[in-house]
Structures are given as C-alpha cells and as structure tokens.
C-alpha cells in the first residue's frame, strides 16, 4: 500500500501529464476517505501557489467535477497566441531555440488552451525558416543584458561584415535591441572612445574584461529611448531635421518617427517636421514610399536623394 508521500506524488505526476482527477475515484484507488484527497490536492494548490517558479495551479471544474493544471493567469491564451506569432514572423532564432521558446510559452496555459494555439500555429511552425545563420543567440542575449545591466567591461571579437577577418574590441554595452531579423547591440568603444553599433551575430567570442569602467560625461550618455525614436536603421549617424510632405495616410509617418509634428497640409499631402538619425536606413525608407514622399529640407538630403534616383534610373536603361 503507498505512503502518503507516494500518493501525494502519484497525484501531482498525473496531474503534470495532463489528467482530469475526480476525488471520489482516487479515493477508491488508493483506499483512503475523499477527505484524504481533499487534503493531498489543499496541499499541492498551496505548494503551487508558494513556487513562483512553476507557472501552474490547480483548479477544479465544477462542470466535470474534475481537478487539473492549468497555466497561472499571467499569460492567457490570446496573449501566448500573439506573442507566438510574432517569434515565426521574425525568423531571429534558429529552429531549436525557436521550438524551445515556444514550448516553455505554450507551458504556461492549460493543455486543452495549448491545443488550440498549436491548430492555429501549425501550418508556419511547420514551414518556419530561420535566418541563414544558424547559431544558439539566446546565451548571447543573456550575457550582453547582463553587462549592460552590471555595466561590466566585455572584450570580444567581432567579425568583419565584408571578409572572414575578425578583430579584437573592448566594449562597454549600453543598450541591445531587434530590428528586422537582427539583434544588436550599442557599445562604448574603449580604444576610440565613441560609441558603435554591433550585429550581435557577429561577435564570435565574448568575456569580461579586466579594464575597468570608462568614465564618460553626462553628456555624452547614450541615451537609448531618444535615439530610438529618431532612428529607421539599426545604426546610429548624425541627428538631422527633416520637413517633408507625405501624401497617404499620415500614420505611416508617425508610426515610424514616434517624434514627429504635423505642422500643415498642402491639399492632399500633409507636411510633418521630424529628427532622425543620419544613416543609410533613412534614405532607403523615404525612397521606398516612391511617390507618397516628397522631402522639403535640408539640402544635402534632397541632393543625395536626386543623385541616388538618378544612379537607379541609369540602373535600368
């Protein structure tokens, strides 16, 4: 005959695997009163409710009169649904720390709620494609998070985006983000003392550094929400002011310069003022909405945007 401490696990086991459990029959099969199991399930719901590690608990179903796990109402099922879509869209993992993510995610609600996220996901978790790149980035992820966090020295070496080189650099990271298909991360460069954009992919090796803390002045702090909302690439490049008129609908502009003002129209076009970063990023983007755009100010974009359409069109006579 078991213990109690057996059919105490006994219970959970089945519990974790998914099972329904009616009082009334484990009593008759482990030959003890329904009060017996109605103290075994008081203590694994306080068990549970103590572990804010395991993100289940236990509840009962007045219409099976059944007892079973479900996920902590930290995430719902809509909220795993849409956080799940946006990981296949992306492609920024490979498969298996893809298909990881989404199981520990998917761990979080019931196993009924987990069905329905699966039928619905199915067809691009059979067909995601991750990036050519294949190697593990979450460690990586963790570590530069880590530094930023403890604002630790790291001395890495980073490939070369055009050769097979690599070379050897001493950073203090300040910020890493995601932008289409990438991570990056911004760094304090210690030799040149000026900040660099880095595609985390691209560091080969990493460690802490023995150099200690550079002391930068106030005002030269990255300041990581600013530069953000002026930026359309992942690089960083002289702030400029631009004024230009857009012609559809004007939340494609706000959507992507969280800073700009609508400061008038011009019949159908409406005309916005905005500050953004400098880069190659922000000419691509404004050639991209063709004839939607039409950049005012300041001169040297307006040439630079000219000479480029006039490269393209020699492109294709």
């Known amino acids: 005959m078991m213990n109690d401490q057996e059919r105490l696990l006994t219970i959970f086991l089945r519990l974790q695997a998914g099972a329904h459990l009616r009082k009334k029959e484990l009593a008759d099969e482990f030959a003890v009163s329904e009060k017996t199991i109605q103290r075994d399930l008081a203590l694994l719901r306080d068990f549970l409710a103590s572990q804010l590690h395991i993100a289940s608990e236990l509840v009962y179903s007045r219409k099976t009169n059944s007892y079973a796990f479900q996920g902590k109402a930290i995430f719902n099922k809509k909220d795993i649904l849409v956080i799940a879509k946006i990981l296949l869209e992306n492609r920024a993992l490979n498969q ?25 996901i199915g067809s691009e978790k059979l067909n995601y494609v991750p990036l050519s790149d294949q190697q593990n ?68 090796s990493w460690k802490w550094s023995n150099q200690p803390k550079p002391i930068i002045p106030y005002r030269d702090k990255f300041r990581d929400g600013d530069i953000r909302n002026q930026r359309v690439d992942a690089f960083m490049s002289k702030k ?28 159908e076009w409406t005309r916005f003022k905005l500050e953004s970063q400098h880069t190659p990023g922000l000419k691509r983007w404004l050639l991209g909405q063709g004839e939607a755009v039409k950049v005012l100010s300041p001169q040297v974009l307006v040439d630079d945007l000219k000479e480029t359409i006039r490269e393209m069109m020699e492109q294709y006579k």
């Not at 403890?150 to 001493?170: A, G």
């Not at 631009?242 to 310069?257: A, G, K, S």
């Open 96 to 120: 298996e720390e893809n298909e990881d993510l989404l199981r520990n995610l998917l761990s979080l609600v019931s196993r009924e709620e987990q069905k329905e996220i699966e039928q619905i």
């Open 240 to 267: 400029v002011k631009l004024e230009l008129e857009f012609l559809y609908d004007p939340t494609i502009v706000l959507d992507q310069f969280p800073t700009a003002k609508i400061v008038g129209e011009n019949g």
């Open 137 to 204: 980035r979450v460690d990586k992820i963790w570590d530069l998070s880590e530094a930023i966090r403890r604002e630790n020295v790291m001395d890495i070496s980073y490939q070369s985006p055009y050769t097979q080189t690599s070379k050897e650099q001493t950073i203090l990271p300040v910020s890493l983000y995601y932008d289409s298909h990438y991570f990056y991360v911004v760094a304090y460069q210690l030799k040149h003392e000026t900040y660099i954009t880095l595609r985390v992919d691209r560091i080969l």
